[in-house]
């Protein structure tokens, strides 16, 4: 008799546990469909590009009527960070903002690449922020609106949000726009380009080339003083010696520069608190930082921070990055450095 109730106790979870398993899929909070806005947006020359876009792309390139539930919409109905906001694009700034896409990003990867990370909608905003939990939205700065009421913006700019539900969010400042701001516009085009060889790469559609880890030595702990990282570089221990350019942040964030080209650490994820790698020669991380590198510095810009007669191994493996990328992928990293602009 106690088997028989066991039995049917075991039978009885499992059929609920089956069960379980055929609830209705989770849905987002909020209404939600693919696209509620009409599309394209309006008939001017750039609507007809950004139809083109989508038609060879599948994504839809939005430039107003994005709204809050828009940018805030989550899998599950409590949000855990910040209030995102964003405004429609003045007309006078739309252009600029479909050439970027188009001849910032798009032309700097293939179609199926980019159609393989694309989101479903790409925002383009104007004033992206974020406000932070229980914040009243601060559309401005004041100090900045009231020197100038037109180039203002929040205090919580963001310059992009590439983590949204179905979106990535673009946003420039008017200044920006107006300087035709090349360092504006090379961190957009780092992070959005990034997104697509980041996303092939966990698919394993990229791999590393053969011999990126060859002549490393990843056991003896770096000689560099932390404070002053460039003094010393004659030692053959110090990282740049040993093949090892600093760090890359991948968000290409300008709030972590360090300088006018600076968007980079000493204290990076591949050191250990010793100073040794934490590197094996099948981690990528190597290799994922000198792409960065060479899509965010300029071939001048990188030989003169990291001379080519005084690190050899450095000049390997970027030469080695760079025409690799190019001839397997056609990802051409010198002309994502240096914007189309510099490209004939």
Not at 25 to 40: C, K, Q
Not at 231 to 243: A, E, F, I, Y
Not at 254 to 280: A, C, H, M, V
Request: charged fraction near 30%; hydrophobic fraction near 35%.
């Amino acid at each position: 008799m106690k088997k028989a109730i066991s039995l049917f106790f075991i039978l009885y979870s499992l059929f609920f546990a089956v069960t379980a398993c055929k609830e209705d899929p989770i849905e987002p909070s909020g209404n939600y469909s693919v696209l509620r806005l009409t599309f394209p947006q309006g008939d001017s020359d750039y609507d007809k590009e950004l139809k083109e876009i989508h038609d060879t792309y599948d994504t839809y390139v939005l430039y107003r009527g994005i709204t809050l539930p828009d940018l805030n919409r989550e899998w599950t109905s409590v949000g855990t960070g910040g209030t995102y906001y964003g405004d429609d694009v003045p007309e006078k700034y739309r252009r600029f903002y479909v050439d970027f896409i188009k001849h910032h990003v798009l032309d700097n990867v293939s179609v199926e690449i980019a159609k393989n990370a694309l989101p479903v909608k790409v925002y383009l905003l104007h004033n992206l922020r974020c406000i932070p939990s229980g914040e009243p939205d601060k559309p401005y700065d004041p100090e900045e609106y009231a020197k100038d009421p037109e180039t203002a913006v929040s205090p919580y700019f963001q310059s992009n949000r590439l983590d949204g539900f179905d979106y990535w969010a673009i946003s420039f400042r008017p200044k920006e726009i107006a300087d035709n701001d090349r360092q504006a516009l090379r961190m957009r085009r780092c992070a959005l380009v990034y997104q697509f060889i980041l996303k092939a790469w966990k698919q394993g559609k990229i791999v590393q080339p053969e011999g990126m880890m060859d002549g490393l030595d990843l056991e003896t702990a770096f000689s560099y003083d932390h404070q002053n990282p460039e003094m010393n570089t004659g030692s053959k221990n110090h990282p740049w010696k040993r093949g090892f350019v600093w760090y890359i942040y991948p968000e290409f964030d300008p709030d972590l520069n360090r300088g006018q080209f600076e968007n980079t650490s000493t204290y990076i994820s591949y050191y250990d608190g010793n100073g040794r790698t934490k590197l094996d020669r099948e981690d990528n991380v190597y290799f994922l930082n000198y792409v960065r590198a060479a899509m965010y510095y300029t071939r001048t810009e990188f030989f003169a921070k990291y001379s080519e007669t005084k690190f050899p191994i450095i000049k390997e493996k970027y030469e080695l990055v760079v025409k690799y990328m190019k001839e397997k992928y056609a990802i051409d990293l010198e002309g994502i450095a240096n914007g189309p602009a510099d490209k004939e």
